[in-house]
């Protein structure tokens, strides 16, 4: 992203505040009383010069924490859900999340940031210093993200009951590309992009996603549950799906392009995801140049489309009944074979 003009840079300090006149940052599991207000202040102030740039009016709050875990099972979401919330421990390691809930009948966002790594906001002279700053940016763009789309679209998000499963996925997938391309391409230019964590988290999923794929059918073969083998393919490609998008949308804020990141486009080269990978970059883009304007959710569905699109190639197949009704045909292939005497041996990721 080029480097501000002067002008540029006293017309943004001098922007109006976006946040609440008052919002509550709670420090927990401090070593002391005094430093969780000192972080807290600093926190504070942090979000609400970011709301110059960012709208956080949707803002509930932020929770910086120690036992980051405890606070995010504690998080009063505002309605009855048997989910809870978790750290991402998988391909990386959860430090902050922007949940959604609901006050007073409203939606709202409530940053979650694990204290553990937010110490460096302390020393603007830190090394991680940059890190960190962009990734309160980060989750402040998740609050201005839900806010745009639930202004769009009224009553949606946690409070729409989806016809079937396959539904579900779809918007969870679609949510969760559009929701990590936004805020990754509106927090870019804050502090320091870990871009070349972006590219690797996204090359390591794109190198074992088919075999976990292969994996969970295989022992499919064996338990023969549509509900979880359904939910454990599309949660491989959503998370393919989904770092492909922190990638693409980090690059677009930063005014860059794929054909720029050498392993990216090494990676891709003849790859099966290639065209995906293609169509994935051009539906996020078109959702985004109508950003917050969007008078239709037809253009979120190219994102679903893909992701079904990407279960009928990696063997799930949707099929219809005269009825009208789906039915899942999951056919036998060379990669998805029981071994002989009827057990399977999983691959290796």
Avoid at 15 to 29: G, I, Q
Avoid at 56 to 66: F, I, K, P, Q, W
């Amino acid at each position: 992203m080029d480097e501000l003009t002067m002008s540029e840079t006293v017309e943004q300090a001098t922007r109006p505040t976006t946040t609440p006149d008052s919002f509550v940052v709670n420090a927990r599991a401090f070593d002391s009383e005094d430093r969780a207000r000192q972080v807290g202040a600093l926190l504070g102030t942090c979000v609400r010069e970011l709301s110059r740039q960012l709208d956080l009016s949707r803002l509930d709050g932020v929770t910086v924490a120690y036992d980051y875990a405890q606070a995010l099972l504690d998080l009063d979401r505002g309605y009855e859900t048997t989910f809870r919330l978790k750290a991402s421990d998988t391909h990386v390691v959860g430090i902050a999340m922007t949940p959604s809930v609901i006050r007073d009948g409203t939606l709202k966002s409530h940053i979650v940031l694990n204290a553990e790594y937010i110490a460096p906001l302390e020393d603007v002279k830190h090394e991680h210093f940059g890190f960190v700053l962009h990734t309160i940016a980060h989750e402040c763009a998740h609050v201005e993200v839900t806010y745009k789309f639930d202004t769009a679209f009224p009553g949606v998000l946690l409070r729409t009951a989806h016809a079937n499963a396959r539904i579900g996925y779809r918007w969870q997938t679609i949510l969760a590309c559009w929701d990590e391309y936004a805020a990754t391409m509106l927090s870019a230019g804050f502090g320091t992009a870990p871009t070349e964590n972006y590219e690797d988290t996204f090359l390591k999923c794109l190198r074992e996603t088919r075999q976990q794929v292969n994996n969970h059918i295989m022992a499919y073969r064996i338990h023969r549950s549509i509900d979880q083998i359904l939910g454990e393919i599309y949660v491989a490609y959503e998370n393919l799906m989904k770092f492909a998008a922190y990638h693409l949308g980090n690059l677009r804020g930063l005014g860059r392009n794929v054909s720029e990141m050498a392993r990216t486009t090494e990676a891709l080269e003849g790859h099966w995801f290639a065209p995906y990978f293609t169509r994935l970059e051009n539906a996020l883009k078109e959702i985004a140049k109508d950003y917050g304007k969007w008078t239709d959710k037809a253009v979120f569905e190219s994102v679903g489309d893909l992701v079904d699109d990407l279960l009928a190639q990696g063997g799930i197949h949707y099929c219809c009944r005269p009825d009208g009704s789906l039915y899942i045909n999951i056919p036998f292939t060379s990669e998805t074979m029981p071994n002989e005497g009827g057990t399977t041996r999983l691959g290796t990721t």
